[in-house]
RNA sequence: GGAGUCGUAGUUCAGUUGGUUAGAACGCCAGCCUGUCACGUUGGAGGUCGCGGGUUCGAGUCCCGUCGGCUCCGCCA
């Protein structure tokens, strides 16, 4: 037995130092480039080419040998073609394809031939014809990839972490290479359309100094300055606004901003914007630029979105769909039921409505057969959300409900009434806090929309969502923070408001009726850009740090250069941020921000074919003066 | 910080109530093959069942812990 296996232990080893050794001969078997350029890439010929000699070069997909000829699918990023390479009348080149293998490098020159009739490939652009190659050159080869590049559909795609690791395999897939293209093409017509309305790009510094409010920084060690830091920036808000004060009338960036919190589908620690900010501009004229630059890259697309969008305010937006960010490429809104429960005695209901709290539903249409189990899942579903629970009426052959007991089939009726259900619908309902019922309903609602499939894939419904709340309750703190940052100016409208709210202690709670200048662009349920007229009047600033609860010391201290700058004819300004990322999952049909960045990183923020963050020199810490605890 | 889910061959997965030598497909290696394009065909190699502990006569399977991927809540002015 042992004998055995040392004699098979040999073996392996001498079988590995062979294949060594044929690697390192077929090493010096490769051929070079030398002068020889690509006539066409892999996606380009066609018919009309046949009869002309060509030079392609590119990757080996596919390879299907037949004894006496071969076939190769050779890949760029222009697609796909079919070569073939013949014993019969290239014999040298023939050798070489018999040795090939996946994601080996090549030139081949040959003719473009018509196919055969009957072996016409109409799944490949190029399917018309065939290279007949005359002479192969292997210009690298390549170890077999870790996974298969090529497969049928994207169910067996090997897993995320093992393509993230061999990012530049996974890139290689058409699909990515796509994705990658039409990203840059849509910030090349986003620079097109900037540029020809007479926005100036200006780039503004990395290195910025840490503000406390809002997201988490990332933090830069200055060397020459130790113990100090910079910050890279959450956003350029205050540089562009200082652009407006500078006089540049209208500024735009391509800005990679930062953020140090948790990822999510669509989030990444580092990511870019489409940055703009405009002097004299009142929010409509905001809007046109919003409507107008996403117009522009959805032709890339050829999607037309409406040349002026639909707004609707965040109240509205709230109520109806129980999201600022609705997707409406379905129906199915919000139904308010307190109405008809305001003298309930059903106490968990009675209960919430005396706290000031709301009832609400969504009606599934068709659904009066949900299960038990869906219905289940369903509640654990809104659970998430902070709901208590999901009631349900079900408008079956007879009406079922899991109220019938508490609340009596009159009342059950009357309500499914009032939701405007019909017989076959399932509504399910939720009680509780305003915010928890939108949250809870919203989320149910796209869920339900997915799940359902009744979401209208071909279609982009686009919203601008207007009047957010100037101020959120911190519940914690009891302290209002800024809703979307301390720069936004609140509608003149509430002015007075406001400032009674900001000077009177007691009337402090009415920071949270405040409404701002402050809006968003929603596509298809994404929050695609936001923005706001920003404050441009030191008393209001002043204001408005105030009901931040931020002393005018503590202001100065984190934006004193800025207040500074507003006292210097400061004109009224506006702009706003587009998500480049968010948008290009839109145009790429994707719901993974993954799929759009060329190099993402995981959900715990790690890059795994780099492996960083990492760990640092001891010299590098201490230059830096910064010493790290266990 | 919390929850869910997944982790078995290079890859995607199957693996019954805990029971003999852990399977399939693709890929890989070696042949054969004159029209394939998910080529076909013959043969072969390939496994720390994520990792660590525990229960048991016996663990891929059960329990505890831990690591990693993904998704969600909190967080993201």
Redesign the pocket.
Known sequence: MKLEAGY?TKI?LFIRAYSRYSRAISFFMLDTLGNLERTHTCGELRESDVGKQVVLMGWVA??????????I?LRDRGGLT?V?V?E?TAKEAHVKA??L??EFVLAVRGEV?S??D????S??AT?DI?V?VGEILVLNEAK?????L???GT??????????KYRYLDLRRPRLQHNILTRAKAVARIREYMDERGFIEIETPILLKS?P????DFIVPSRIHTGKFFAL???P??LKQITMIAGFDKYYQIARCF?D???????QPEFTQLDVEMSFANAEMVYRVMEGVFGHVFKLINVDLPEQWPRMTYAEAMRRYGSDKPDLRFEMELQDLSGELTDTDFSPFAEVLGKGGEIKAVVVKGKADYSRKVLDELQE?VK???ASGLAWIKLGDETTSSLLKVLGLGTIERLASTAKAEKGDAILMVAGKKSVVA?ALG?LRNEIGKRENSIDRSAYRTLIVTEFPMF?H?E?TDRY????????SPMDEDLELFKQAVENDAEHHLLGQVRAKAYDAVINGYECAGGSIRIHQKEIQALNFKALGMSIEKAREQFGFFLDALEYGTPPHGGF?AGIERTCMILCGT????DVMAF???????D?MMDSPGEIDGAQLGELGIKVND
Do not use: M, W
């Open positions: 098979r392996k596919k390879k299907r040998d037949f004894g006496v000829f071969t076939f699918d079919q073939v013949s019969e018999k040795n293998r996946g031939v196919r055969a009957g072996t016409h490939n799944k490949l399917g065939e007949k077999v990839p870790p996974f298969q090529e497969v049928a169910e067996n795609l090997a897993s995320e972490d093992t393509r993230l503000t409010e809002g997201a988490r920036p959450q956003s808000q205050i953020r919190e948790d990822l999510r589908a669509d989030r579903f998430r959300y902070g949250a989320a959120e911190d914690d923070t800024a809703a979307h940052h301390p720069f936004t941020a719901e993974n921000i993954r993402p990183k995981t959900a715990s923020a790690q795994l």
